[in-house]
């Protein structure tokens, strides 16, 4: 069965600093992976997505999420943190078959303090 | 914006109502889908259509009843709901071109229904 995780609730980091916000997955096959931002009263905004390639995607607004088969991980990262990040974040994974749905986890609210 | 408008945006509704929620994208896409987000819960996908057909019903009780007339709009009529269906209702879209869903196409989502019933 398909399930993706994201262990940390809520992620604090300070204005200016790197961040990352944790995501692993389980699937039959290879995985495609996925990540939304949610901003306030918003719907989810896609960031990036991993298919097939370089281990390391760019996404939007200066994201980028490292694939790492044998850890399952696909976490995302920010060099340097803006407080306009502050959101929601949603990582979602595919398996390789026809009959796999896209799972979403429960969300990593990152909260980037001045 | 994403090209997908939902609305409305905010709805209150009693539990012997019939309203309706309606979602439209402006990509071009073939496949629609509605979506439930509770709160601290995963989302839930909810209905998947192709090309206006539905090809996905996840287990989704009868007092939720989609509607896809064409491509570019996707409703969602409710009727008899309970408190417990309070939540965010999202509409997403993507490209489609084989007929089928495919795995790697990337869906768009609308900025939701935030539906209350009392």
Redesign the interface.
């Known amino acids: 069965a398909q399930s993706v995780a994201q262990p940390e609730d809520q992620v604090n980091v300070a204005e200016g600093n790197p961040l990352t916000v944790k995501c692993t997955y389980s699937v039959s096959g290879n995985p495609y992976l996925f990540w939304y931002v949610q901003y306030p009263n918003r719907g989810l905004q896609f960031l990036l997505k991993y298919i097939t390639g370089d281990n390391l995607v760019k996404g939007s607004y200066g994201f980028e999420a490292e694939f790492n088969k044998s850890q399952t991980s696909f976490h995302l990262k920010k060099p340097s943190a803006l407080v306009s990040d502050s959101a929601l974040y949603f990582c979602a994974v595919r398996g390789a078959r026809d009959t796999d749905k896209l799972i979403f986890g429960t969300g990593t609210r990152l909260q980037v303090f001045p | 914006e994403?090209g997908?408008t939902?609305t409305p945006?905010h709805l209150v509704m009693g539990m012997t109502n019939k309203k309706s929620l309606k979602c439209e994208q402006h990509l071009g896409h073939n496949a629609m889908y509605w979506y439930k987000q509770s709160a601290?819960?995963?989302?839930e996908?909810m209905f998947v259509y192709n090309f206006k057909e539905q090809t996905?019903n996840?287990s989704v009780p009868s007092r939720f009843s989609p509607e896809c007339p064409n491509s570019s709009h996707l409703f969602l009529h409710l009727h008899t709901l309970q408190p417990e269906d309070s939540a965010l209702y999202?509409c997403?879209s993507s490209q489609d071109r084989s007929g089928?869903w495919l795995?790697?196409d990337?869906?768009?989502?609308?900025?939701?229904t935030?539906l209350t019933v009392l």
């Open positions: 994403t997908v939902q945006r601290k819960k995963p989302l996908l996905e996840n999202l997403a089928r795995r790697t990337t869906q768009y989502f609308g900025p939701g935030r």
